[in-house]
């Protein structure tokens, strides 16, 4: 293990990263009308939330998960290539789960498409940073 290596900052930035990418996301520019009528939320549940529980909670994780993939990807010949790979590959068990459960829930196609492209767009780029920022 003595070529192991784990940028921390790239591991914090990768978890930013998370609310950056989701904020773009769910956006008017993206999909936020057509996200917010799939999963049937008003303007105003919407604006009930508590923000800083959701958003703690949300970086906390993308925190947790990017050092699992940044664990992953801790061998000295990580390269951006391999981390997006790997990201993607990271991202196919997160999307079969999410899947697995929307279909339970009885999502529709469009509301699913919508998460995991979150998730596959996340992960990858998440993979890239720690795979260039060595």
Known sequence: MENFYINHLAVLVCA???LVIGGL???PLLFARTWQTEVGLSDEQLKS???AKVFGITFLLAYVSSYNLAFMLGDALT???WGIAAGLLAA???IAMYVI???FEQRSLRHMLIN???IAVYFAACG???GIWR
């Open 49 to 51: 939330m508590n923000p």
């Open 16 to 18: 930013v990263l998370s």
């Open 79 to 81: 390269t951006w290539k």
């Open 25 to 27: 996301w769910w956006s």
């Open 116 to 118: 995991c492209g979150y």
């Open 128 to 130: 890239f940073v720690l």
């Open 101 to 103: 459960i929307s279909l």
């Open 92 to 94: 196919i068990w997160a």
